[in-house]
């Protein structure tokens, strides 16, 4: 069965051409043209994954990704403006699975989209499985990463990203590793991603806790210590 895909963008010539394009290649689509539509359209059952443009009107990309996570996995991946670090790592953050900067080569989009159904259909390991690497405990099966009693707030990404660390703690990964492992493929040479989320779980965890984890191997990449 073929993947239906949800367009939400409002600038219908794109929108136009994402569809015809998305056909050929042996998609199913559906459009959305403002941000409210695009949520009611989303939360279907029948949707396999979003291209979501951030300017909309009314209810912006970024709000329309914030509500669809509140009660959706389906993965969803943000048309930017080119070049916006803000708006990657905004819609990152708000728990999109990746973004295309605008003007985009339908390849690139294409080949995202592609990588993005493929995670979608690894089945998640059923055996019940906790890491624990200097106190740290991420829980696999409840999704839940904490330091002694108290618990750490994580993106899905973050803990994605967590995972790995802890999973080859005391071994030093690289920022390509990390991209494919964590996003998929290698990001289009933008490792610049890894070292956001650097900063993101250093600030939830190290900084926090008052104790250093995560380490920067310079020139190569990061290491997570259990010492
Ligand atoms: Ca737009």
Redesign the pocket.
């Known amino acids: 069965m073929s993947h239906k895909i949800l367009i939400i963008?409002?600038?219908e010539r794109?929108a136009r051409f994402l569809e015809l394009e998305l056909q050929h290649e042996g998609y199913m689509v559906e459009k959305a043209y403002d941000g409210r539509t695009g949520l009611e359209k989303a939360l279907e059952k029948d949707i396999s994954l979003i291209v979501l443009?951030?300017?909309?009107?009314g209810l912006n990309?970024m709000e329309v990704c914030r509500r669809i996570r509140q009660s959706s996995e389906i993965p969803i991946i943000m048309?930017t403006a080119k070049d916006a670090t803000m708006d990657k790592v905004m819609g990152l953050d708000t728990g999109a699975d990746d973004y295309v900067g605008?003007p985009f080569a339908i390849e690139e989009l294409l080949a995202r989209i592609r990588a993005a159904l493929k995670r979608k259909n690894i089945p998640s390991k059923k055996s019940s499985q906790v890491l624990l690497v200097n106190g740290l405990r991420l829980d696999l099966d409840k999704h839940t990463a904490s330091y002694g009693n108290t618990p750490i707030e994580l993106t899905k990404k973050e803990f994605d990203f967590l995972h790995y660390l802890m999973e080859n703690k005391n071994m030093v990964l690289t920022r390509d590793q990390i991209l494919e492992r964590v996003w998929g493929y290698s990001y289009f040479g933008d490792t610049n991603v890894v070292d956001v989320y650097i900063r993101y779980l250093r600030s939830k965890i190290d900084s926090r806790f008052k104790k250093k984890f995560i380490h920067t191997v310079r020139g190569v990449g990061y290491i997570l210590k259990d010492e």
């Open positions: 963008e409002d600038e794109i443009d951030v300017m909309l009107p990309g048309l605008k």
